[in-house]
């Protein structure tokens, strides 16, 4: 009969001092958990335009705009437009 009333005794203290503990526990690990992932979308660096006569890639800034669109270079300018 004893160590019914000691498990109960037990039971008790654990049922009282447990959720303590948890919450410490709880708020211990927030602290040390990294913080969570933010959702990263690539980000183009710079802006990539295709040249309207030869379809090359290249950035805007080194894009050579013309009447009918952009172009890589002044002799693809000219070869398309004919100026
Ligand atoms: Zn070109």
Same mark, same amino acid.
């Given at each position: ?10 039971? =008790?203290? =654990? ?7 948890? %919450?410490?526990?709880? +708020? +211990?690990?927030?602290?040390? /958990? ?15 335009? /295709?040249?309207?006569?030869? %379809?090359?890639?290249?950035?805007? /800034?080194?894009?050579?705009?013309? +009447? ?7 002799? %693809? +300018? ?6």
């Amino acid at each position: 009969m004893r160590i019914l009333w000691f498990a109960l005794i037990v039971f =008790l203290v =654990l049922w009282i001092v447990a959720p303590g503990l948890f %919450h410490k526990a709880l +708020r +211990r690990s927030e602290k040390t /958990a990294p913080p969570p992932p933010t959702p990263t979308t690539p980000q183009p660096t710079t802006d990539v335009v /295709a040249c309207a006569f030869c %379809h090359l890639h290249i950035p805007t /800034a080194s894009a050579i705009s013309g +009447r009918k669109g952009v172009y890589c270079c002044e002799a %693809h +300018r000219n070869e398309a437009e004919g100026s």
